[in-house]
């Protein structure tokens, strides 16, 4: 699929040590193993789909945006991941970065890719200041401690918690960043495709407390139930799994509902639709 | 001082919460606790002065850069002192940040300010994109996993360490990063400027070295002696401390002497050499 191949040679460019310079061998490893092999790439995939919706005029740039945000996203799994919070012993199917590389290349690396994100930007930055501007912007609201993922895994460690802000920041953040970096990337206004982000991360948030509840580790790729055990909110406690269920498809048709004019509605509308099928199979088929 | 209430003005401005919008109550604080009060603030105060002695057509932009500066300083402080690094208990004569306020959100300050640095830029270059690309850039570079000092700290995890490479990354890339940086604020050619950052960085580095092998921890406000407990490399270690101390001279004499010709070169030199007779203070006082 070309989406995929556009993600990964992005990402293995943005990886890419400059000539004449030496990363430690061993935070290079940890690098690579935070970012490869990837799992969906749900987040870049959603980008350029918005971007070749609104016409991709720059692919370097939104090719730039994709990496960034992938990258922000396997830097907050490596941290999600260390014994300070989930404590997790897997993740996509193989050992969690701090089991494989320990926790110090395991904070490091995690680092590490927030600044790389950053730095993609830039250097798609040196023929769109402009654009990398506003995309660094959007990037770092949407990861930092105000509305972004840190504020949204901040939220645990309060006495009380408002669910819907943790949601909106922990899972809707990186969405709501995915829809809103495609615009960007083409020099598009990015108001109207937050309701899309938004939307998208809540069907994902409600899927992935379904999918936490219904399937095993080894389905998973990840440690199952922890939402329970850490006495996490989810959709499932508050609404049980046929609830839920209903919720996720009302979320999917309003998120396609939400779309705003552009030249490739219709194609991107097909897309959320058939990603919506998937996401509706794991209740489907953990139930029988 | 002026530059001083320039960068806890700038600093200040990073910090506040835009309108609106609610940083979770316990990692607002630890941000705070990570920032202020802050220690001598050297590399923004570099920063500032190499941006004044390039004219400073912008000072909104070699603000905005101090505090980005100083806020990727403040995050390596609050990670490096993690119970996987350093497990130090105070910092700046307070708690270390995991200590008064626990690892995860000592873990997601770090990130935040992180992230918050690259916005910083980025909402500066609002007015200045060119220049807020390359700060970004330069930023970026000295910080991350190849030359920044997420390597320099990731060095101390391989079985093999080169010296030089090390002190480059772990202290030296912040240095080099302020000088390149105050130029880059005022649209000056950061190339000549890298001399001057690595000088001023290996001269904190082998002071730094001199007050933790002479000092004791009421004096300098955090956990003392760390170097020889975590059998780090130190320049007292390889050369006694009246060669690191001779050496400390040397260093000084060649960082004054590769400061590039510009409108303010000569009240430069004669702040780089205030600096520099206040860090000779540090081992004549020791000696008694």
Redesign the interface.
Known sequence: MQLESRIESALTRALA??TN????????SA?THAVFPGGARIRPTILLSVALACGDDRPEVSDAAAAALELIHC?SLA?DD?P??DNADLRRGKPSLHRAH????A??????L???A??T???A??LA??R??KL??AL??R??????I??G??????PAVDLQ?YHLAKTGALFIAATQMGALSTGADPDPWEDLGRLIGEAFQVADDLKDALLSSEATGKTSGRDAVLHRPSAVQSMGVVGATKHLQDILSGAIASIPSCPGEAKLAQMVQAHARRIMDIPAAARG
């Open positions: 040590p400059p310079a030496v990363t430690p061998p061993l935070l290079r690098l830097a941290h260390l300070a919070f320990g926790e110090p290349l904070i490091l690396a995690g680092d590490s927030i600044v790389l950053f730095e930007l830039a250097a930055g040196e200041p402009d990398a501007v660094i912007t770092g609201r990861t930092g401690a105000v509305q972004g840190c504020a895994q901040a939220w645990e460690s309060e802000a």
